[in-house]
């Protein structure tokens, strides 16, 4: 459901990791497709200088493998591919973020008692 109002930048940085292995998962792609992936579901916009060391970071880890590929009439991409790695830690990152979410959710909608 995406929205017009901004999410606050550190709710989209403790989730960034989570989401681009979930792009990732979807098949190779490349880091502008990533991003407009994320602003289509709604996630915000997300810069190259945040991004793209993310993904250095899980090339680092063993997490994606890159290839170059030709551009159609223009330059090369870099895509990225999700290794059995980096889906064992995609599936074992969403199972901790859908409990931390979880236990997020109840606190914060629990209501408070009303002061004296």
Known sequence: MPTDTPWPAEWLRGVLELCVLRVLAEGPTY??????????AGLGSVKGGTLYPLLTRF???GHVTVQWRAGE?????????????????????AARWSTFAE???TFVTHTAPEAP
């Open 31 to 40: 880091g502008y497709a990533i991003t407009t992936r994320l602003a289509d």
């Open 59 to 61: 090339e680092t880890a």
């Open 73 to 93: 009439g223009g330059p090369g991409r870099k895509y990225y591919l999700l290794t059995p790695a980096g889906h064992a830690h995609l599936h074992d990152q």
């Open 103 to 105: 236990l997020t959710r």
